[in-house]
């Protein structure tokens, strides 16, 4: 299982460059994972969401251990709940 650790390790370079923050990740027993971020100081925009999602595949080998990727401003947090039912934050 991809640990949530990891996540937050491989997303923090391009946040830092970015002036993103990190909010949460959440890691289910799947591998299902969820990024949430916040853009201090203006709205996060899609091309943030498409452009962390696409940093931090990058850096993940799905030939090695599969999962699925959402990134989502945090203000999208409270309304993606579905599916959540085994997730985890696991350190």
């Excluded at 650790?5 to 923050?21: C, F, G, R, V």
């Excluded at 916040?38 to 799905?62: F, N, Q, T």
Aim: aromatic content about 6%; hydrophobic content about 35%; overall charge negative.
């Amino acid at each position: 299982m991809i640990e949530k650790s990891t996540i937050e390790q491989i997303a923090a370079p391009y946040m830092e460059e970015h002036n993103l923050t990190l909010v949460d990740v959440k890691v289910n027993k799947a591998n299902n994972i969820k990024v949430y971020f916040r853009a201090p100081g203006r709205p996060a925009c899609i091309d943030d969401c498409v452009a962390l999602s696409r940093w931090i595949e990058g850096h993940l080998d799905r030939d090695k251990e599969d999962f699925s990727l959402m990134v989502s401003s945090a203000g999208d947090a409270d309304s993606s709940t579905a599916g959540d039912e085994d997730e985890t934050n696991n350190n």
